[in-house]
């Protein structure tokens, strides 16, 4: 079996707290943005959905891999359960074990939050082949997300070329991103209307709730990577008895949703980048951008100030540089690419390969924003967060003296929440009632999802197991880096619900070695 998925999220997209943050900042962030967390255990939803009527995918590569899809109805507010509804897209790959070997159906969630699920019913051929026979295998898009309708889109043209410099070196700058923020916001409250009011992670909890109910299974299981580890955490505390085996992989810190965790995130970000600073030094045979990491660092940070300057091909400006390089942070897989598109550029002055980087993450096509608008909508309103501009100000300044890398880039992409329209909700409070056991899964120098978050979830559910990836640096175990001591755990526990044993105190219960860093 491949180590399960990484989510590849904006930034800012899921985080928690990897390194500690400076006390007047986590006095800022406790008084202006944390709120009390409300217990929301719910009674059963009060909407009964119509039985699924599945039929042949729109997506040829889903047909191509077995999969039938349809359309499940959920209301648009369960505070009104027989007003107006919405339809979230689902998949179906179906079991091919006998009757005795079923084990029920397994949904699946990527993380974002705003990524497109719906593919993922085709996740169980990456395991041990009695794993994906026993299960029904349920991608879906998430409200407003994807194929499910309506699709939240707000300005596809967002993420252009040349932005104003994301360090504000003067107000002008400033005032210039407030503006883009605001007109962003301004736009998705157009686009979204009411739905914004209805995005919330609980929201999508209840609405695995009524996927439940039309699949007609009295419990689920679940994998949730990144922001879908939160997820389930959310269900686990709505649903406790309907939740049959859980895996969540990157591990959301329920204690700071989300403000918080953003700025807990710069600080991880900027220490792999590091990492990565050093490896690239390692080999500078290969890549020529200094012998230490030292040296590779200010090279890199020369590349952003000349480039904010003038923008390489009148596109690639110091903000798409930083973009371009956000990846580094989330594991090394693309640590070669980006080495080389960082040598080709500094070394022979090739500057369209750093936009195609550019392009193939950061489209400009209508409704290509679908993903950031669907992340403001859920993080935006899971938790409030500070209208204050001083202390977003303050914070981030702050922030940055310590870890320059992403503090500005990360404050700008979650700017819109200061002006969203969209009612915010309470944080929910995650309580370990789950009956059953849960698989925790976390890299020790994951950024997106810092170690620290995955170690308060395990506190919070006394059944819960933690896999550590020791010194690994990577944001949901890396698929395509297969990790057979990852592999053979979630496999066993799938198939036959054992886990390692817990053991006492604030750790992990079983550490796995990271895989090598790429030659």
Known sequence: MAAVVAATVGVGATAAGAAPVPRDQRAAASTASSVDAV??????????????????????????????????????????????????????????????????????????????????????????????????????????????????????????????????????????????????????????????DHVTTADSARDLEVIRKALGRKKINFIGLSWGSYLGQVYSTMYPHRMRRAVLNGVVNPEKVWYRSNLDQDLAFDRNLGVFFGWVAAHHGTYRLGKTAKAVRKRYYQQVKALDRKAAGGQIGGDEWTDIFLSAGYGTSSWSDLARLFSGWVNNGHWKPLKARFDSTYSQDDGSDNDYANYLATVCTDAPWPRDWAIWRRDNTVMHSRAPFMTW??????????????????????TGRLSSSMLLINETRDAATPYPGALEVRSRFPKSVLIEVTGGLAHSVDLLNDNDCVDGVVDRYLLTGKLPKRVKGRTSDKQCAALDLPD
């Open 409 to 430: 880039s990360n404050a700008w992409y979650n700017a819109p929440c200061r002006y969203w329209e969209g009612r915010a909700g309470t944080r929910v409070d995650v």
């Open 39 to 196: 217990d929301v255990v719910d009674a059963a939803v009060d909407f009964e959905p119509e039985p699924i009527v599945w039929g042949r995918c729109a997506d040829a590569d889903l047909t191509e891999m077995g999969a039938r899809c349809a359309f499940v109805k959920v209301p648009l507010d369960y505070g009104k359960p027989r007003g107006k509804t919405i339809q979230l897209a689902v998949s179906r790959v179906r079991h091919t074990a006998k009757k005795s070997a079923y084990q029920g159906v397994v949904l699946l969630n990527p993380g974002g939050p705003g990524a497109s699920g719906l593919g993922l019913s085709t996740f169980g051929a990456i395991f041990e082949e009695k794993v994906s026979a026993a299960y029904d295998w349920i991608g879906f898009d998430p409200r407003g997300v994807g194929s499910s309708r309506p699709a939240l889109s707000c300005d596809g043209d967002y993420f252009s070329y040349d932005r104003p410099p994301y360090v504000p070196g003067s107000r002008a700058v400033e005032k210039a991103w407030l503006a883009r923020a605001r007109g962003y916001a301004e736009d998705c409250a157009e686009a979204g209307g009411e739905l914004l």
